[in-house]
């Protein structure tokens, strides 16, 4: 089974819609990331978590919340969804002491309409 | 500011010709790490090789190679013997150790076609 996992995979929704991104993991990790990819600019951080009560802001976290369940657990929120938030969000875990290796999951692929 | 630049956006190949993937990076800190992923057209990411900053070896696996040099703040990857398989997006990253949770800073990828 994969360490990192993200649900849904691929979601389809419209403008102004609520809609939650999951990540789920099994290492045992403390740290929690969600960053979004968009063509030609790479990944960039949306929030990060040290653990449930630590949850911080990334380069681009506007129009975006996240929640930290538990230490395996962390969902991305968009509020009110709009198209430029189209893009392919990535969940990463790494413990906390570390050579700052991360582990990604799949990936959800979404596009708002 | 810790930044990660790969200035080739695509490149084509004909398959079993040999290829680099350039990768340059600006860092203030003497401890970091830089990393390559793989992502193919499906569209997860594949960790490749992590390097630290104190380890300058170049390194060899298989027919991909990576070649690390610190004078020049560069991380090149080479497919040797190119194949179709090889045909995604690659990422350069540099770790981020001190900031924002310790985060990875991306390139914006390199997208490489091999062609038969």
């Given amino acids: 089974d994969a360490d990192v996992t993200q649900t849904p995979r691929n979601r389809i929704t419209k403008t102004g819609k609520r809609i939650m991104l999951e990540c789920s993991q099994t290492k045992g990790h403390d740290r929690m990331y969600w960053y979004r990819q968009d063509p030609g600019l790479g990944l960039r951080l949306i929030y990060y978590s040290f653990d449930v009560k630590d949850i911080n802001k990334g380069e681009i976290s506007d129009g975006y919340s996240v929640s930290r369940q538990a230490q395996a657990k962390f969902s991305l929120s968009l509020e009110s969804a709009i198209p430029n938030q189209t893009a392919l969000y990535f969940c990463a875990t790494r413990r906390g002491t570390s050579d700052g290796e991360q582990f990604f999951g799949p990936g959800t692929r979404l596009t708002v309409l | ?116």
């Fill in chain 2, 1 to 116: 500011a810790q930044k990660v630049t790969q200035a080739q956006t695509e490149i084509s190949v004909v398959e079993k010709e040999d290829v680099t993937l350039d990768c340059v990076y600006e860092t203030r800190d003497t401890t970091y790490y830089l990393f390559w992923y793989k992502q193919p057209p499906s569209g997860e990411l594949v960790f490749l090789i992590r390097r630290n900053s104190f380890d300058e070896q170049n390194e060899i696996s298989g027919r991909y190679s990576w070649n690390f040099q610190k004078s020049t703040s560069s991380f090149n990857f080479t497919i040797t013997a190119s194949q179709v398989v090889d045909s995604a997006v690659y990422f350069c990253a540099l770790s981020d150790l001190y900031n924002q949770g310790g985060k990875l800073i991306f390139g914006q990828g390199t997208e490489l076609s091999v062609k038969p």
